[in-house]
T-cell receptor, first 113, second 120 residues
Framework: EAQVTQNPRYLITVTGKKLTVTCSQNMNHEYMSWYRQDPGLGLRQIYYSMNVEVTDKGDVPEGYKVSRKEKRNFPLILESPSPNQTSLYFC????????????FGQGTRLTVV | AQKITQTQPGMFVQEKEAVTLDCTYDTSDPSYGLFWYKQPSSGEMIFLIYQGSYDQQNATEGRYSLNFQKARKSANLVISASQLGDSAMYFCAMREGRDAGGTSYGKLTFGQGTILTVHP
């Protein structure tokens, strides 16, 4: 089954404790991205990657890191989480053509206390 | 300026009736794509329908249709014969630009979303 898998689904952590949210896709998609969803703001892109070892900032990259060492994996790293990073996070992947939808992971609900 | 605007924070509809969710967009790029996603209370993002800027006809997918008015820069989602399971958040999104080879580098830009509630 074609899918994007994120882990964990739920996470509560404390300020400053490094964490990683994993994302893996099995569709051989070149393009992967991370979004955060906040009430009233919709989804905003954090980082994206067009292929292995190619990553770039989205609209809200501050406080986040990513890496793309393999085509299927695109982890999101919060080196020192803060309460304003409490949000619902989505990983998405797609092939790089205009008329293709993005496939989303199930979402990770992160709470930083 | 907002690239994607959804002006209806919440909408209510009676079961079996049709409902229109509004979406306006702003771009100067002649090549773009418009998408609608559904997010039920369980949280996942479900792709519903796509409309390309060069498409001559309005997109349709089952009970979903997209009322695309290019000159007005609107891409409203029409859900016919609403069902209780249609109650969810709905997002409109746009992707701009592509190169001569058809590769699109653009991100999806989302609107704020509309919460649809279907009453029995």
């Amino acid at each position: 089954e074609a899918q994007v898998t994120q882990n964990p689904r739920y996470l509560i952590t404390v300020t400053g404790k490094k964490l990683t949210v994993t994302c893996s896709q099995n569709m051989n998609h070149e393009y992967m991205s991370w979004y955060r969803q906040d009430p009233g703001l919709g989804l905003r892109q954090i980082y994206y990657s067009m292929n292995v070892e190619v990553t770039d900032k989205g609209d809200v990259p501050e406080g986040y890191k990513v890496s793309r060492k393999e085509k299927r994996n695109f982890p999101l790293i919060l080196e020192s989480p803060s309460p304003n990073q409490t949000s619902l996070y989505f990983c998405a992947s797609r092939i790089i053509y205009l008329n293709t939808e993005a496939f989303f992971g199930q979402g990770t609900r992160l709470t930083v206390v | 300026a907002q690239k994607i605007t959804q002006t209806q924070p919440g909408m209510f509809v009676q079961e079996k009736e049709a409902v229109t969710l509004d979406c306006t967009y702003d771009t100067s790029d002649p090549s773009y794509g418009l998408f609608w996603y559904k997010q039920p209370s369980s949280g996942e993002m479900i792709f519903l329908i796509y409309q390309g800027s060069y498409d001559q006809q309005n997109a349709t997918e089952g009970r979903y249709s997209l009322n695309f008015q290019k000159a007005r820069k609107s891409a409203n989602l029409v859900i016919s014969a609403s069902q209780l399971g249609d109650s969810a958040m709905y997002f409109c999104a746009m992707r701009e630009g592509r190169d001569a080879g058809g590769t699109s580098y653009g991100k999806l830009t989302f609107g704020q979303g509309t919460i649809l509630t279907v009453h029995p």
